[in-house]
Antibody
Framework: EVQLVESGGGLVQPGGSLKLSCAASGFDFSGSAMHWVRQASGKGLEWVGR??????????SYAESMEGRFTISRDDSKNTAYLQMSNLKTEDTAVYYC???????????WGQGTLVTVSS | SYVLTQPPSVSVAPGETATMTCGGSNIGRRAVHWYQQKPGQAPVLVMH???GRPSGIFERFSGSNSGNTATLTISRVEAGDEADYYCQVWDSLSDHVVFGGGTKLTVL
């Protein structure tokens, strides 16, 4: 069974940094691109970014509003993906999900996410 | 960047058919996926291009995609179908994933 468990969320002040982790199990993690998606309370889903596999040079791609502030990385030896967030803004407050894609590029399954609150 | 447009809300009586649209330029050429999100829960994939319904998803759910509009149809709507529904594609030009703004389905 595919499991993705996000952790590392919490309260952080504006301008601060936070690193989220995503522990994966039940599938070939090293062979899978990993994505992050977020959702602010009462709002829609917003794609954050993606990291590809070693065979694709761990290529990353980010949504425009997060480019330069967010960094996605992975440790295939630990079956874990990371989202490093810096210079956080109040509008970054959201539940953050890490996801793998099916061959059709659909996200499945979804975990419960981790809540990041940016507030003074 | 590529944009997906969904109506904010759709209302339907129990037993009727709910039709939720997702508009985008030439979306008929793209693989479109649909997610259901009930209050307080994480999204769930209910329809994806090529493979259709994931296991465990009711046959009442169906999808179509042509021209500039993709559609998720729910037949014989039940109270338990009340949720937010999101469409999603991958934009190869920008190498970004794009979500629609979501449609809130209300069962009257």
């Amino acid at each position: 069974e595919v499991q993705l468990v996000e952790s590392g969320g919490g309260l952080v002040q504006p301008g601060g940094s936070l690193k989220l982790s995503c522990a994966a199990s039940g599938f070939d993690f090293s062979g899978s691109a990993m994505h992050w998606v977020r959702q602010a309370s009462g709002k829609g889903l917003e794609w954050v970014g993606r990291i590809r596999t070693k065979s694709k040079n761990y290529a990353t791609s980010y949504a425009e509003s997060m480019e330069g502030r967010f960094t996605i990385s992975r440790d295939d030896s630990k079956n874990t993906a990371y989202l490093q967030m810096s210079n956080l803004k109040t509008e970054d407050t959201a539940v953050y999900y890490c996801l793998k894609v099916r061959p059709t590029l659909a996200f499945d399954p979804w975990g419960q996410g981790t809540l990041v609150t940016v507030s003074s | 960047s590529y944009v997906l447009t969904q109506p904010p809300s759709v209302s339907v009586a129990p037993g009727e058919t709910a039709t939720m649209t997702c508009g985008g330029s030439n979306i008929g050429r793209r693989a479109v996926h649909w997610y259901q999100q009930k209050p307080g829960q994480a999204p769930v994939l209910v329809m994806h291009y090529g493979d259709g319904r994931p296991s465990g998803i009711f046959e009442r759910f169906s999808g179509s995609n042509s021209g500039n509009t993709a559609t998720l149809t729910i037949s014989r709507v039940e109270a338990g179908d009340e949720a937010d529904y999101y469409c999603q594609v991958w934009d190869s030009l920008s190498d970004h994933v794009v979500f629609g703004g979501g449609t809130k389905l209300t069962v009257l």
